[in-house]
């Protein structure tokens, strides 16, 4: 079955880096999408990878390992406003179904002065 | 660019009543995309559509729920009867082709 496991919490503090983890177990993998949620908001767009390494954009980077079926996310020079939930999410299970991704229940990022 | 945009945002029904969740997509967008969001089980993908056309309606829960897209700038969600484990928050996203979904912001379901 489908299967994307991330960490449920993390505590960091304010001007650190901190990497938030997430492994995957799918039928079929075209592509490896994080998301961030303030509390009570949408969803908003991050990162996508496809190819394995490393996809850096301004303070946040996003890794791939497709062999390892392994993702990170890492957050630079934290700010207060990082505080939010993670997602972590995998597109194309199937042929003719490379819309359909599936979501990992987040990580909260707590960041603290 | 208004974004997806979804009505109502909060909505408060007894149980047994009719809900009926609104949204409309980014504009030439391809792909429409309902998810319902709860603590215990996070994202869920209820159904897409691309084209207008159904894909994959495996995620909806059972026959109460029932969604349409009447064209390229308008989708339903519809819940009929409404039970308190429906209580949760709807998210539309709209997608073009081979990219990330944008996300609405959300109607708040309350069933008591």
């Known amino acids: 079955g489908q299967n994307i496991d991330q960490p449920t919490e993390m505590t960091a503090t304010e001007g650190a880096i901190v990497q938030i983890n997430c492994t995957y177990q799918?039928?079929?993998?075209?592509?490896l999408f994080w998301y961030q949620q303030h509390a009570g908001e949408a969803p908003t767009f991050l990162s996508y990878?496809?190819l394995d390494g490393l996809e850096e954009k301004g303070r946040f980077s996003s890794f791939l390992s497709r062999s390892k079926g392994y993702s990170y996310l890492l957050l630079k020079e934290l700010q207060m406003k990082d505080s939010a939930s993670y997602l972590c999410a995998v597109s194309g299970l199937g042929a003719g179904n490379n819309r359909k991704l599936i979501w990992g229940l987040g990580t909260s990022l707590a960041v603290n002065p | 660019d208004a974004g997806v945009i979804q009505s109502p945002r909060h909505e408060v029904t007894e149980m047994g009543q009719e809900v009926t969740l609104r949204c409309k997509p980014i504009s030439g967008h391809d792909y429409l995309f309902w998810y319902r969001q709860t603590m215990m089980r996070g994202l869920e993908l209820l159904i897409y559509?691309?084209?207008?056309?159904?894909?994959?309606d495996s995620g909806m829960p059972e026959d109460r729920f029932s969604a349409k897209m009447p064209n390229a700038s308008f989708s339903t969600l519809k819940i009929q009867p409404s039970e308190p484990r429906d209580s949760a928050v709807y998210f539309c996203?709209?997608?073009?082709?081979?990219?990330?979904?944008?996300f609405g912001p959300g109607t708040r379901l309350t069933v008591t």
């Open positions: 559509f691309n084209n207008n056309v159904p894909i994959d």
């Open positions: 799918t039928s079929g993998f075209n592509g």
């Open positions: 996203a709209s997608s073009p082709h081979q990219a990330e979904q944008y």
């Open positions: 990878n496809v």
